[in-house]
């Protein structure tokens, strides 16, 4: 279980990220978050895709993030990824 002040802080940076979307735009705060190009668009899941490059686990990760700045962090397998 997360701790209050994790959780606090979790919002916290997630309601800077959406101003930051509305005020410039979901792929220049990518570039600066994550480096120009190092993400792509999903259209049919309507995603914002960017590898993980600071995971060692198995397969791959990735952060998948909403229009609106909500993300989430999703996991494929090496079978998946080969």
Known sequence: MKSRGHRNL????ARQLRAQIAKHGIEPVLDRMFGPGSWRYDE?????IVPDTQDS??????????????????????????
């Open 10 to 13: 979790r919002k916290r940076l």
């Open 44 to 48: 049919r899941e309507r995603l914002w």
């Open 57 to 82: 686990g198995p397969g791959r990760a990735y952060y998948c993030i909403n229009a609106d700045g909500d993300w989430f962090k999703a996991r494929l397998d090496g079978a998946h990824t080969q």
